[in-house]
């Protein structure tokens, strides 16, 4: 069993909706909630690392999308999104999240989204490209 912790500044009900599901799946158990002004924390213990890890990934996954401007107002572009989890680049992005879960006890999951999921944020940004790009806005 693994202690593991997980701060947000801006995702405190999806983190709570994750934390609630994993539980229901005994996954983990909570152990400690901590809330300041800033931000909540969530410190679990680890009874499943794979399931954990695999849901952990959707879940930034999920955030990575709704923080992109575009895919956040579209429910259609969020399901193109979801549409990643069967590419060879989610597979790799879900191998660096398991190396990083065993490695730290620690995840703040804007700066995880930001720095270490840059590939997964670049191809939802290309898919968008493309979308446009097959649109062709402005007439030719």
């Known amino acids: 069993m693994k202690q593991f912790t997980i701060h947000t500044a801006r995702h405190e009900v999806l983190l709570k909706d994750f934390a609630a599901r994993v539980a229901a799946e005994e ?3 909570i152990n400690k909630v901590s809330k300041t002004r800033t931000e909540c924390s969530l410190k679990f213990a680890v009874v499943r690392r794979e399931p954990f890890c695999g849901r952990l990934l959707a879940l930034l996954a999920d955030i ?3 923080e992109n401007p575009v895919y956040r107002h579209s429910a259609k572009l969020c399901e193109m999104a979801i ?3 069967k590419t060879p680049l989610y597979k790799r992005e ?3 999240l398991r190396e990083f879960f065993l490695q730290n006890e620690d995840l703040n999951i804007e700066g995880y ?3 270490r999921m840059c590939e997964f944020r670049e191809k939802l940004d290309a898919m968008i490209y493309t979308l446009v790009k097959k649109i062709k806005f ?3």
Request: aromatic fraction near 12%.
């Open 27 to 29: 996954i983990i158990y």
């Open 64 to 66: 990575a999308a709704l």
């Open 83 to 85: 549409s990643l989890r």
């Open 94 to 96: 879900l191998r660096l």
């Open 113 to 115: 989204t930001t720095f």
């Open 138 to 140: 402005g007439g030719d």
